[in-house]
């Protein structure tokens, strides 16, 4: 009985501690990749935020992107909103579509290994309950955009 507690107790211990490691995001290699696709005009332009370049490394576009260096208070706040808004459990859903843009957001850290990528461009559409919490991820990274580059992506038309 006793050893059945013991048990019960340690697995108790480990799944805590797993669940808070899964949603402390807050590593300190975390890149997060916005990319604006303009649809009919086959411009896509990608922008790579986090604390360092080396992080942005990870990232299989790393040679071809904005990059935008962040502090790690600016970074954490850009982590915050994404926790806030549930950013990993944002549903979205597929229907063929033709030339259509728009904005696909990723996050990855842990050199890479976890990526969680959300996107609301080409023939990939948020659901509409979840439109909200996208756009406010979505807002969170733009204000770092705009303040970091003169050439802050083109709205959506």
Same mark, same amino acid.
């Given at each position: ?8 107790? #340690?697995?108790?211990?480990? +799944? ?5 490691? /899964?949603?402390?995001? *807050?590593?300190?290699? @975390? $890149? ?15 922008? #790579?935020?986090?604390?360092? +370049? ?5 990232? /299989?576009?790393?040679? *071809?992107?904005?990059? @935008? $260096? ?88």
């Amino acid at each position: 009985m006793k050893s059945l507690q013991i048990i019960l107790f #340690l697995s108790t211990l480990i +799944l805590g501690a797993c669940k808070k490691t /899964e949603n402390n995001t *807050t590593h300190k290699d @975390v $890149v997060i990749c916005y990319t604006f696709d303009e649809g009919f005009t086959g411009r896509v332009r990608h922008t #790579l935020l986090s604390t360092s +370049l080396k992080n942005m490394e990870q990232h /299989e576009l790393h040679k *071809t992107s904005q990059k @935008v $260096v962040l502090s790690k208070a600016e970074m954490k706040t850009i982590i915050s909103v994404f926790e806030k808004n549930d950013f990993k459990s944002i549903s979205t859903n597929t229907m063929p579509v033709a030339d259509r843009g728009g904005v696909q957001l990723e996050m990855r850290y842990g050199n890479g290994s976890v990526r969680i990528l959300k996107s609301d461009a080409n023939d990939s559409f948020v659901k509409e309950a979840d439109r909200p919490r996208f756009q406010n991820c979505r807002e969170a990274i733009e204000k770092h955009i705009k303040k970091a580059s003169n050439s802050f992506p083109a709205e959506e038309k």
